[in-house]
């Protein structure tokens, strides 16, 4: 099949990485293997287990911990249909939905600011297309994946994927005269595998906060020191707030307990709308059970910074992800999967079914 039929007529064709072309190779020697076209399923399965652990979709994986989701059955069959080679039937096609799917590896290449298609706009795009196949909409139910995650995640990971997987704008003399002409440096990192091991950073908070190691903006970076200051401060708050409560519930009337609904009404549950509801009928509740009115101003300092922590958060997702229609109910939803993800986690790994990898 053509390089052109493969990118498909209705967008624009974009270069692709080595890896990003051998992995669509393992998705169509999976296909024959199956005596079908090649599915979502095909491509996703490639992007995730094929080509070398160092590509960007495999990273990307990891770095979310989505990679211990696949079974060892799984990485095995990949890995024997990789390692027989492009043996791939010539007349096997693509179905539909795979077709529509790379399609949009130009949309996703331009989404992230890069020159080249690679591994990891092939797992965007699938993951974009999951309502069109059951078993990559279970895939990324079960591990909690969206596109803003895997967004992020290859946005981190631009500077630190195998050669086969970079980009081709990076491919500039090493000695260039001047150092904006350089390419950027890569970091490579010895890989000790242990069984006993596993690693779960970052799969429950990855939907809020940002790593300073990728951020290349110095607006970016000063909203994370003023974010950390705003987390600190409303930490203070939230303490002596509750403090207030346990004094004034004592001293003064047992109904002060009633402002604590409204501590916990946070903008992980609730939107903005919904917690300034929640303080207004304490407002008015306080006023007819006698409650002290500086409690009152106590919690309304602390909603303040509660918003602006909300707020801030919300730019630097959107920051990372280039996305400027993101809203706080997208981060509570990318919050839900997280949850999501982490209870199967632990299913896993009660079950003895958690990958080693």
């Known amino acids: 099949m053509s390089a052109p039929e493969l990118a498909g007529a209705g967008q624009p064709s974009v270069p692709r990485t080595a890896t990003l072309h051998a992995c669509v190779d393992v998705a169509r020697a999976l296909a024959t293997l199956h005596e079908a076209p090649v599915q979502l399923m095909d491509l996703l399965l490639a992007a995730t287990c094929a080509g070398d652990p160092s590509s960007r979709a495999r990273l990307v994986m990891r770095n979310t911990a989505a990679h211990h989701f696949l079974t060892e059955e799984i990485r095995a069959e990949v890995a024997e249909v990789e390692s027989e080679g492009a043996s791939q039937d010539a007349a096997v096609g693509f179905s539909p939905a795979a077709t529509a799917a790379l399609d949009r590896l130009a949309f996703w290449t331009t989404r992230t600011g890069d020159v080249c298609a690679d591994t990891a706009h092939l797992l965007l795009v699938c993951l974009e297309a999951r309502t069109q196949d059951e078993q990559v909409k279970e895939f990324a139910h079960t591990t909690?994946?969206?596109?803003?995650?895997?967004?992020?995640?290859?946005?981190?990971?631009?500077?630190?994927?195998?050669?086969?997987?970079?980009?081709?704008?990076?491919?500039?003399?090493?000695?260039?005269?001047?150092?904006?002409?350089?390419?950027?440096?890569?970091?490579?990192?010895?890989?000790?595998?242990?069984?006993?091991?596993?690693?779960?950073?970052?799969?429950?908070?990855?939907?809020?906060?940002?790593?300073?190691?990728?951020?290349?903006?110095?607006?970016?970076?000063?909203?994370?020191?003023?974010?950390?200051?705003?987390?600190?401060?409303?930490?203070?708050?939230?303490?002596?707030?509750?403090?207030?409560?346990?004094?004034?519930?004592?001293?003064?009337?047992?109904?002060?307990?009633?402002?604590l609904g409204s501590l916990v009404a946070r903008r992980q549950h609730l939107s903005p709308g919904a917690r300034l509801a929640v303080d207004l009928v304490c407002v008015v509740a306080s006023v007819v059970l006698a409650v002290p009115w500086w409690l009152a101003v106590l919690t309304l300092f602390?909603?303040?910074?509660?918003?602006?922590?909300?707020?801030?958060?919300?730019?630097?997702?959107?920051?990372?992800?280039?996305?400027?229609?993101?809203?706080?109910?997208?981060?509570?939803?990318?919050?839900?999967?997280?949850?999501?993800?982490?209870?199967?986690?632990?299913?896993?790994?009660?079950?003895?079914?958690?990958?080693?990898?």
């Open 144 to 259: 909690g994946l969206t596109e803003r995650a895997v967004v992020r995640g290859a946005m981190a990971e631009r500077h630190r994927v195998c050669s086969g997987d970079r980009q081709s704008s990076e491919w500039r003399p090493i000695l260039s005269a001047h150092r904006p002409h350089r390419p950027a440096p890569y970091a490579f990192e010895a890989r000790v595998r242990r069984p006993d091991q596993h690693t779960v950073r970052g799969i429950t908070v990855r939907s809020q906060m940002t790593g300073v190691s990728h951020v290349s903006s110095r607006v970016q970076s000063h909203l994370i020191r003023l974010h950390m200051w705003v987390l600190l401060w409303s930490q203070l708050l939230v303490l002596g707030t509750v403090l207030a409560m346990l004094w004034s519930a004592t001293h003064v009337t047992p109904w002060s307990w009633l402002w």
């Open 302 to 357: 602390t909603r303040v910074f509660d918003l602006l922590d909300g707020r801030l958060a919300l730019l630097q997702v959107s920051g990372d992800t280039g996305d400027a229609a993101l809203t706080e109910k997208d981060l509570r939803a990318d919050r839900r999967a997280d949850r999501r993800a982490a209870k199967y986690y632990q299913l896993l790994r009660l079950t003895g079914r958690l990958s080693p990898e």
